[in-house]
């Protein structure tokens, strides 16, 4: 069965969902988007990801494409036509479309804003139970990874060459340091501790970090802000990844060096199963 999808105000079947070829988000990535996860029907997480795209609008000047309530509306609506039990909703919005032009249009033009959903099984992930492998690769972003924008050919050029090497994903390294994943948050454990990355303009702003961070202190389980090198990383007893659509997913492997024996460990294994509770599943 074909998907329904969103665009600018009307459900369509897939094939005719179309947008204009002067639409900046095609022409110069000039658009933010946000992924939720959807387990048994329900959004995950999903005011912190409206949080999110509030705030990439405003830090790049656009304006919402409709007012909040629509696009509370336009989620359940997508779950409810493609009768969604698992998987995601990816939206995206961008300046509209206008004649090519670096700055911005004069006159005012109406954001696109589009939304499809994607099936996909994220409990039951066979990858949770083995773990996953990551290589480590340069950062090569820009320097606002802070918005979720559109823009993202270092990530596709660094996930690419994780699935070339066998692995799952690839850290991102600067200076020295793991900055995160090409489309995930970056974790170490290290006598118990939960390490990473503290949020600057480095780093996006994980949702799915912004939880794990509630849950382990919960849990009683201490999180330490800081950045790490590659080497701590090969030394960890334990590793991890998050986002919104692999929840808190184990690392066995980086740079080929085994961590934790191969083997997911007690602190992630724990973390992972908080989340999954909390997200219904
Ligand atoms: N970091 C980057 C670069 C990402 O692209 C993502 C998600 O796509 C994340 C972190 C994780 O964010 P979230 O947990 O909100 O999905």
């Given amino acids: 069965m074909a998907r329904t999808v969103f665009v600018n105000g009307e459900y369509l079947p897939e094939s005719e969902g179309k947008v204009s070829i002067f639409d900046r988000g095609f022409l110069f990535a000039d658009g933010v988007y946000e992924v939720s996860a959807v387990v048994n029907g329900k959004l995950v997480d999903y005011p912190a990801h409206m949080e999110r795209l509030g705030r990439s609008l405003a830090e790049l000047r656009m304006d919402w494409p409709c007012t909040r309530e629509a696009l509370d509306a336009m989620h359940a609506e997508l779950i409810r036509r493609n009768s969604l039990s698992e ?149 960890a007893d334990e590793a991890c990844l998050t986002s919104a659509s692999q929840f808190v997913m184990p690392i066995v492997e980086i740079d080929g060096h085994r961590i934790g024996g191969g083997q997911p460990g007690p602190v992630v294994r724990k973390l992972r199963e908080l989340f999954l509770a909390e997200a219904g599943a």
């Fill in 87 to 235: 998987g995601i909703i990816y939206m995206q919005v961008t300046r509209g479309a206008a004649d090519r032009a670096f700055n911005f249009p004069k006159d005012k033009v109406k954001p696109t804003l589009i939304a499809f959903t994607q099936p996909m099984k994220l409990v039951d992930n066979p990858n949770a139970i083995t773990g996953v492998k990551v290589v480590t690769t340069p950062d090569l972003r820009w320097a606002r990874r802070d918005i979720k924008t559109v823009m993202l050919l270092a990530s596709v050029l660094g996930k690419q060459e994780a699935y070339e090497k066998g692995c799952h994903e690839a850290w991102m390294v600067e200076d020295g340091f793991v900055t995160e994943g090409t489309s995930s948050n970056a974790y170490i454990v290290k006598d118990g501790k939960l390490i990473t990355r503290g949020l600057s303009n480095e780093i996006l702003a994980g949702c799915t970090r912004r939880a794990l961070f509630r849950l382990a202190k919960e849990e009683g389980v201490e999180i330490v802000e800081r950045k790490f090198t590659v080497e701590e990383a090969y030394a």
